[in-house]
């Protein structure tokens, strides 16, 4: 079945960088979109970005402002967040999730990133 | 960005009873709509796309409909792993977005 296991997360000071993985399995990775998603404390669930299926298409929420960028390594089934200039309010669950027409139809368990100084 | 208000914010049911979930967006977003369930320490699972359509594996007690800027998903019998927060999410105008969530209690 559709696994998704997302890794990287943790404690990083304001102003710094994170990089996220995503790695997939149980689908055609390289046959699929995929996308971003976090959800922070009190907040609503936001989609960051998504990639297409060979990663030269992408998309980002308004609120990334350039600071995020996402990538993908269909040779190790694998999706990437690269995170610049991290603020608290960035703080959340991080999501990798398989996109079928812009819906999440599978998701991870979650990465957890904390912006604190 | 299409903004998604859900209502209400939570819902006291009682279980077997029958819970009805609103979410209403600014703009139309067609028949684009998605609704999620979260369950307390999980992520979210897709429970309905396009409207109307059960994913794989979603029980026939859910059901949805609406269009435009108005939906609906309702669960016509509360089993007990049914209590969560459930999340609609427009796929219509990029950026994707969601709604703030109907968490379901107990009541």
């Known amino acids: 079945q559709v696994q998704l296991v997302e890794s990287g997360g943790g404690l990083v000071k304001p102003g710094g960088s994170l990089r996220l993985s995503c790695e997939a399995s149980?689908?055609?990775?390289?046959?699929?979109?995929m996308s971003w998603i976090r959800q922070a404390p009190g907040r609503r669930l936001e989609w960051i970005s998504y990639t297409n299926k060979n990663g030269d298409s992408t998309g980002y929420g308004d609120f990334v402002k350039g600071r995020f960028t996402v990538s993908r390594d269909n040779a190790k089934n694998s999706l990437y967040l690269q995170m610049n200039s991290l603020t608290a309010e960035d703080t959340a669950v991080y999501y990798c999730?398989?996109?079928?027409?812009?819906?999440?139809?599978?998701w991870g368990q979650g990465a957890l990133v904390t912006v604190s100084s | 960005e299409r903004v998604l208000t859900q209502s209400p914010d939570t819902l006291s049911v009682s279980p077997g009873e029958r819970a009805t979930l609103s979410c209403r967006a600014s703009?139309?977003?067609?028949?684009?709509l998605a609704w999620y369930q979260q369950r307390r320490g999980q992520a979210p699972r897709l429970l309905i796309y396009?409207?109307?359509t059960r994913a794989t594996g979603v029980p026939v007690r859910f059901s949805a409909s609406g269009s435009e800027t108005e939906f609906t998903l309702t669960i016509s019998s509360l089993q007990s792993e049914d209590f969560a927060v459930y999340y609609c999410q427009q796929h219509n105008h990029w950026p994707w977005t969601f709604g703030q969530g109907t968490k379901v209690e107990i009541k």
């Open positions: 703009q139309s977003v067609g028949s684009n």
């Open positions: 149980g689908f055609s990775f390289s046959d699929s979109y």
């Open positions: 999730a398989k996109e079928d027409w812009g819906r999440a139809s599978h």
């Open positions: 396009d409207t109307s």
